[in-house]
């Protein structure tokens, strides 16, 4: 009986924020590394955009800290900076709703 949690807990354990070790190439656009790394998890809506963001969520900033950092079970992005980490944020903020 006790064999069965022991995958359980290693799952826990490592699924709360994992690492992805995703490089953008150099000359990719922000829908590009989207596509590429975000849309198997964060599909659009109906509407065609991905996030509802609340008012300190809804800046460039803030989404690049989310993706460097990951939450609880996102994984963290640390290898998207500089210019991608610009052209990404700016590309999830053109395309999510915020609020007012
Ligand atoms: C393995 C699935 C997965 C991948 C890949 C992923 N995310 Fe996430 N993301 C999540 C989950 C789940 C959440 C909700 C918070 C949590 O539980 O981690 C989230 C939350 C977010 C949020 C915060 C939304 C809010 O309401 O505040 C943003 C922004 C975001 N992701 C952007 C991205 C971007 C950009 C990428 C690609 C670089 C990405 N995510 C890749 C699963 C993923």
């Known amino acids: 009986m006790k064999l ?14 994992g690492k992805s070790d995703y490089s953008p190439p150099a000359d990719a656009t ?9 849309l ?3 599909e659009p ?6 996030f ?5 969520k809804a800046t460039p900033s803030a989404i690049a800290e ?3 950092k990951g939450g609880f079970t996102m994984p963290a992005f640390p290898n998207i900076s ?10 999830v903020l053109a ?6």
């Open 4 to 17: 069965i949690f022991i995958p359980v807990i290693g799952l826990v354990l490592s699924g709360c924020a």
């Open 30 to 38: 922000g829908e590009a590394i989207f596509k590429a790394a975000c």
């Open 40 to 42: 198997e998890c964060h």
């Open 45 to 50: 809506k109906e509407d065609g955009t991905f």
């Open 52 to 56: 509802e963001l609340g008012k300190e």
């Open 66 to 68: 989310t993706i460097n």
């Open 82 to 91: 500089g210019d991608a980490m610009k052209k990404l944020s700016e590309y």
């Open 95 to 100: 395309n999510s709703k915020t609020a007012e």
